[in-house]
């Protein structure tokens, strides 16, 4: 009887000390840490700002017009350079409707050679619609090729899909 006891008590503990994490308490973005502290001037030789366009979807029409399937959607932004690092300006995501939902920077951030930062629209997010996308601006050396991609995962039934979508330039 005592053993019986010991063994409830001590379940009793583990399964008190186990705490599920909050989707919530996730940072939307990595690489927060990434403030740029000295303001880059124009005499520094860097090139002139650059804009992206990447499409993203919160949702997708699922039979009719009136079903839809939600999806997680992750932006990704690669520095694939070895040797230069890349300032991010800005990173606005926009609705189906062209208007601004989150303006997720406040001041430029920087991401390091070869590194990637993203950005999660969560599942539950339908602000963006069936056509929302992220505008981003950016900047570094004149030979910094950048890529900008989104990937959307979702779920029908027992069956999982995922598909990606590419930045395209635009002035």
Request: proline share 3%; aromatic share 12%; net charge neutral.
């Amino acid at each position: 009887m005592k053993f019986a006891k010991s063994i409830i008590f001590l379940l009793l503990v583990i399964l008190c000390s186990c705490v599920q994490e909050s989707p919530n308490n996730n940072p939307k973005m990595t690489g927060k840490d990434h403030m740029v502290n000295k303001r880059v001037t124009s005499s520094d030789s860097l090139s002139k700002t650059r804009k992206v366009y990447v499409p993203v979807y919160s949702n997708i029409y699922q039979r009719t017009r009136n079903e839809r399937t939600s999806l997680t959607s992750t932006l990704s932004i690669h520095n694939t350079s070895e040797t230069d690092t890349l300032f991010i300006k800005r990173i606005d995501y926009y609705n189906t409707e062209g208007q601004l939902v989150v303006k997720h920077l406040e001041s430029p951030i920087y991401v390091n050679t070869f590194e990637t930062i993203e950005y999660v629209v969560d599942e539950q997010d339908n602000s963006g619609g069936s056509g929302a996308n992220f505008i981003i601006e950016w900047y570094g050396d004149k030979k910094l090729n950048p890529l900008f991609q989104a990937v959307m995962i979702g779920g029908l039934g027992n069956k999982t899909f995922s598909f990606t979508t590419e930045g395209v330039y635009f002035e």
